[in-house]
């Protein structure tokens, strides 16, 4: 999982990028598998080389979604802002010179501080800007595959009731072979059997008729 991470890292900041924010949770609870969460800046010019080294780097990609937004109007907006300030605040430092009274002074003074507060903060939502037309940001989330925990070889045991376990295991064992057998030999001792049977039979209808035969005979 970290070593996804650095790899991750590396690409970007080859590429000329930077990670922006980053939150791992490497021990989590429950059935929960161990992630981090990724959000790199990737210079617009190098995005698409960029994203296809991570998606092909990192391990094994599930899902990606891309979406673009058009900046162009606020970057405009805020540019007209930034001169509008700097304008004003050149406007009263022409006036501060040309102030008479000290409360004059203080008041033209107020009004350019108010100015600079305003256009330093333009200034930094400009810059802000200037980094989003500039880069690509992609947030990345790196997810541990399911840990398989290894088969523990059956412990062996010994003693009396470890032998008393094993013969009677064997004891199954042997019944089973002996009826598997009888049951395999008694359909041809039924069939024997019933030959046996007829035969004898067979044989006792054969003396009967015999000895009929050769019983005395009227003498001449």
């Known amino acids: ?29 429950g059935r929960a598998r161990p992630t981090v969460s990724l959000q790199l800046k990737i210079p617009v010019a190098v995005y698409q080389p960029t994203l296809s080294r991570l998606a092909t780097g990192l391990g094994t990609q599930t899902s990606l979604t891309e979406h673009a937004q058009d900046v162009t109007q606020e970057v405009a907006d805020v540019a007209s802002l930034v001169s509008s300030a700097q304008a004003a605040i050149t406007q009263l430092q022409a006036l501060l010179r040309r102030a008479g009274s000290v409360s004059d ?11 600079e507060s ?19 940001t992609v947030s ?31 004891l199954r064992v042997t019944v089973s ?18 030959a ?18 050769s019983g005395p005979t009227a003498a001449d």
């Open 177 to 194: 072979a002996v009826l598997t057998g009888v049951g395999a030999v008694l359909p041809f001792a039924v069939v024997a059997a019933a």
């Open 196 to 213: 046996a049977a007829a035969g004898m039979a067979g044989r006792r209808r054969l003396v009967r008729l015999l000895r009929r035969g």
């Open 118 to 136: 305003s256009l330093e903060a333009l200034q930094a939502q400009q810059r802000a800007l200037s980094r989003e037309t500039s880069y690509a």
């Open 1 to 29: 999982m970290t070593a996804a991470a650095a790899r991750a890292t590396g690409i970007v900041i080859a590429a000329g990028g930077y990670v922006s924010s980053e939150q791992a949770s490497l021990r989590p609870t």
């Open 140 to 170: 990345v989330s790196l997810v541990s595959r399911p840990h398989r925990a290894a088969r523990r070889p059956a412990r062996r045991r010994h003693g009396f009731v470890a032998g008393l376990a094993g013969g009677w295991r064997a």
């Open 105 to 115: 002074l203080l008041s033209v003074q107020d009004q350019i501080n108010t100015q």
